[in-house]
């Protein structure tokens, strides 16, 4: 059985990340409304109603608004950390408690035919934490959502089959743009979000022969464009010795059009 995974939708606006076997078929993230995360599923050809679970990142809005519609709908249980759950409780509307479950921070669990770790990064929510998915010795790694990429952070998603990667913003767009200053501060600081260059620059360490592909994710709306992202980290992984050609691949993510199914081989 093959690994398939899609970013349903990634950005400042909405996330929401599935990834699956024929056994077990997870969604990360609901962070658009229910009939939205709906639409996304059927874009991608794969039924809602086939999903196994959903598991939770943090807690901001752009990761939950459609969290608690979603998982009534279709009957999910929900995994989130204990302090995730705390935050989140308020905003999700009422689950019941067969559909509640602890996935802790630093834990491995097995779904099915697939290996889930978790581990935590540095951002502004409770106790935010991402993941890597591993199926018969194929590695996935969704990474976003962090004021930095640390050693640890690193040595996690080393060596993976493909990478969801943020590449948040460009930092002179961020910097001459008209957000006030503690916006800013926030996004540049240690718990907001990875530039395009650090973006480059953490990949350098974590690339290996087996990465094909990179998809830059959690691009902001303000200040980022596919396209200077592409180039940035194009550029500074060419730079650190990392070439995008036949072997190693960049893609696109947007926050309404889910990237097409692609199967880990």
Known sequence: MTLQFSVLASGSTGNAFYIGTEK???????????????????EINVDPYSLSKILVTHEHSDHIKGLGIFARKYQLPIY???????AMDQSIGKIELDQKFIFNMEETKTFGDIDVESFAVSHDAAHPMFYTFHH???????VTDLGYVSERIKKTVEGADALIFEANHDTEMLRMCRYPWSTKR??????GHVSNEDC?????????????RIYLAHLSKD??????????????LTEYG??????LSLHDTDPKVPTPLYEVG
Request: hydrophobic share 40%.
């Open 186 to 191: 926030r996004i540049l600081g240690d718990t």
């Open 200 to 212: 480059a620059l953490a990949l350098k360490d974590i690339i290996s022969d087996n990465t094909k």
């Open 223 to 236: 200040n980022n464009m596919k396209d200077l992202a592409r180039m940035s980290v194009a550029n500074g």
């Open 80 to 86: 989130a950390n204990e302090k995730t759950w705390k």
């Open 24 to 42: 077990e078929k997870i969604l990360v993230d609901a962070g658009l409304s229910g009939k939205e995360m709906t639409r996304l599923f059927h």
């Open 242 to 247: 990392h070439a995008i050609g036949d072997h």
């Open 136 to 142: 018969e010795g194929k590695k996935v790694a969704l």
